[in-house]
């Protein structure tokens, strides 16, 4: 087995564990998600093995985000993407690069705020430079800039509202060569 699939394998299995104790009662600080080789809860805390090149290793307390960033939300930690966490206000705290283990955190800055917009929605997903609210508002950071962009709300625009006929419509999918049945001629 590879290093990477028995990292994926250890995660799992942390998830498994925190999982089966939180169906007794629901966890206070639930698993957000993963990166890298560690885990982040919802306050803030990261887990992670005692080293980056450790497979087998015992995870344990690496450091908390918002303690490392200087910068306390008063918001839980929703989604995570690689190394960038953003709380359900809009707040994103980025991990430092450059082959540290463990990495701080350092707060980059809050999405509404950037956007020069309010949101009614809490922050529910990330893609990195990405971001979606429960509201369906989408949010992107300009490359290279650290400014995000209100791009839209996938719960509204236009619907297709043009009507079809069921030949029509056969036709468009029929696979070439097939014979057309009598009642398509």
């Known amino acids: ?14 998830a498994l564990a925190v999982a089966r104790q939180s169906l007794a009662q629901p966890p206070a600080n639930p698993v957000v998600g993963f990166y890298g080789n560690g885990a982040i809860l919802a306050n803030g805390d990261t887990y992670g093995p005692e080293s980056a090149f450790c497979d087998f290793c015992t995870y344990h307390f690496l450091n908390n985000v918002f303690v490392t960033a200087g910068h306390q939300s008063a918001d839980p930690i929703a989604a995570i993407a690689g190394g960038r966490a953003v709380t359900a206000g809009g707040d994103v705290y980025d991990q430092e690069t450059g082959g540290c283990y463990p ?18 929605g809490t922050v529910v997903a990330t893609a990195g430079a990405v971001v979606m609210t429960s509201d369906g508002d989408i949010y992107q950071q300009g490359c290279c800039s650290p400014t995000w962009v209100y791009k839209g709300n996938i719960f509204s625009g236009p619907t297709a509202a043009t009507r079809t006929s069921w030949g029509a419509m056969k036709s468009r999918y029929r ?5 057309k049945q009598a009642q398509d001629r």
């Open 103 to 120: 990495c701080n955190w350092h707060y980059s800055n809050n999405v509404f705020q950037s956007a020069g917009r309010t949101s009614s």
């Open 175 to 179: 696979m070439e060569g097939t014979a």
């Open 1 to 14: 087995m590879t290093k990477h699939f028995m990292a994926i394998v250890v995660v799992f299995a942390i």
